[in-house]
């Protein structure tokens, strides 16, 4: 199947517009609620979206990435799925009950398993949905995709917040998302009902699925360090502290999280392209992926600094002037996550895209494991010490790591490291401590965060570009060194 640029062009430029309308409803939705519910409600509601979140993406078995790259006809790749469906389906079912009546026992607050039970039923819709979503990227239909998810997004945010707006209803979340899963369902199936059939009748054959269940397997461990790496903090707050002070840190936490959710994939693919062309060994074009590293990094460190000084803005425009006062925890979740990124969103890029998937997933389960410890430690001393602890233990983890991986990948010295890669980093980091300091101890309106997200973002442009005439001072040296030899 060949495309031009132009048809690519407009197929990525889709995507990205369906990406950013998807936030745009979630945003929407979180305004809502904020606004809507009293904070101990708000910690009820923000439970559920707790366990939607986590059950979505526990049923995430790896169809997508198995279905792009499984050779074959659509057919053959679609009976293999039927053969798996009924044992994948009874897994999901078991392990969501078994959550849920242990959740019970526990004494767990009682939106947790019922949430469970509640979303039990439509267990083979959402995993079918992830079926027919691959299928869907490996024809790269990407347009009709696209309108898939943000219509059942749009009818799901609406259902949200009509049911919570008439009703009160405490579990308008999951309402929301059932009738986002249905909706989904019956769009992608309009358009690939061929596909649904061969999958549906294909339920009671035998198929060789090794490969399938050797997907499932390493996506559903990569699944389970991606929720503990994302969720741990909220599992355990909602555990030792009351519903009211977890309504108010998931929601603040969702900020930084929709921010995330739309920066990363931009960023991502921007750069691993360029990572699995050059190589760091491969001297002037290893220099040239060096630069990449300080981009990638420059980006995730810019965009949730910049979060951090517009905190207060962001904090009333989105969830209403009764959260001012907890701006400041915004702030901490921004630093937190600017280091958690830079401690492996390019890191990771990298490494998945030069064949070292299991290294990536490594380096991911050190930094998981050090998050849970860290936090479960420090969560008796307050939200704010927990946050600050695991924002060093963040930072300490990525200079430690890219001091050792740049040496050891790319042969730098520890000198060149820090002049090419932890230099800037720790400007952008002085830079935005020094601004939110000088905002917060003059009490400025916040009209001047504006101004202060402006010379910081500036600044990170102006040493980036200086990198980039660095980097072109290297290549110029490098091609006058080899006409030289010639």
Not at 153 to 167: E, N, P, S
Not at 281 to 293: M, N, Q, V
Not at 342 to 361: D, E, I, N, V
Request: glycine fraction near 8%; aromatic fraction near 12%.
């Amino acid at each position: 199947m060949n495309f031009g640029i132009l048809q690519l062009a407009r197929k990525g430029a889709v995507q990205l517009l369906a990406s950013g309308m998807m936030g745009v409803l979630t945003l929407a939705q979180i305004a809502f609620l904020s606004r809507h519910f009293g904070y101990r409600d708000l910690g009820i509601v923000s439970t559920q979206l707790l366990v939607v979140s986590i059950f979505t993406t526990f049923c995430d078995f790896g169809w997508e990435g198995f279905i792009i790259q499984e050779r074959g006809s659509r057919r053959r790749v679609a009976l293999i799925l039927g053969s798996a469906l009924p044992r994948l389906i009874g897994f999901a079912v078991i392990v969501d009950l078994v959550m849920a009546f242990a959740l019970r026992e526990l004494g767990v607050v009682e939106a947790a398993w019922l949430t469970l039970l509640l979303v039990a039923p439509v267990l083979p819709f959402v995993i079918l949905v992830g079926a027919l979503q691959g299928f869907a990227v490996r024809a790269l239909d990407i347009e009709r995709l696209a309108m898939s998810e943000v219509f059942s997004k749009l009818l799901g945010v609406g259902v949200t917040i009509g049911t919570a707006w008439h009703f009160d209803s405490l579990n308008c979340v999951v309402l929301g998302f059932i009738c986002t899963i249905a909706a989904k369902f019956i769009f992608m199936s309009s358009f690939q009902l061929d596909t649904l059939k061969v999958i549906l009748l294909s339920v009671m054959r035998r198929a060789r699925a090794k490969r399938l269940y050797y997907y499932m397997g390493t996506q559903l461990t990569g699944q389970l360090f991606n929720i503990l790496g994302s969720k741990a903090d909220e599992l355990i707050v909602a555990s030792m502290m009351s519903l009211e002070i977890f309504g108010i840190y998931a929601s603040i936490k969702q900020l930084v999280i929709q921010g995330t959710s739309f920066a990363a994939p931009l960023i991502r693919r921007f750069t691993m392209p360029y990572f699995s062309r050059d190589r760091l060994s491969d001297g002037p074009r290893g220099d040239r992926t060096i630069s990449i590293f300080v981009w990638s990094n420059a980006a995730y460190i810019t965009f949730f600094l910049t979060l951090a000084i517009g905190a207060g803005l962001v904090t009333q425009f989105v969830l209403g002037p009764r959260f001012v006062n907890h701006a400041d925890m915004l702030i901490r979740f921004a630093v937190l996550w600017s280091f958690q990124t830079f401690a492996g969103a390019t890191m990771s890029a990298y490494l998945q895209s030069t064949g070292s998937p299991f290294k990536a997933l490594a380096w991911m389960s050190i930094q998981v494991i050090v998050q849970l410890a860290v936090m479960w430690a420090t969560i008796s001393l307050g939200l704010e010490n927990m946050l600050f602890w695991a924002s060093v233990s963040y930072a300490t983890m990525a200079f430690s790591y890219h001091l050792w991986f740049f040496r050891e990948e790319a042969g730098l010295t520890v000198a060149q490291v820090f002049r090419r890669i932890l230099s800037p980093v720790i400007f952008y980091y002085a830079l935005a401590a020094a601004i939110i300091w000088g905002l917060r101890s003059l009490s400025l309106p916040s009209v001047f965060e504006i101004v202060g997200a402006s010379i910081f973002v500036g600044a990170v442009v102006f040493f980036s570009l200086r990198e980039r005439n660095s980097q072109v001072n290297i290549e110029h040296q490098a091609s006058r060194g080899a006409l030289r030899q010639r």
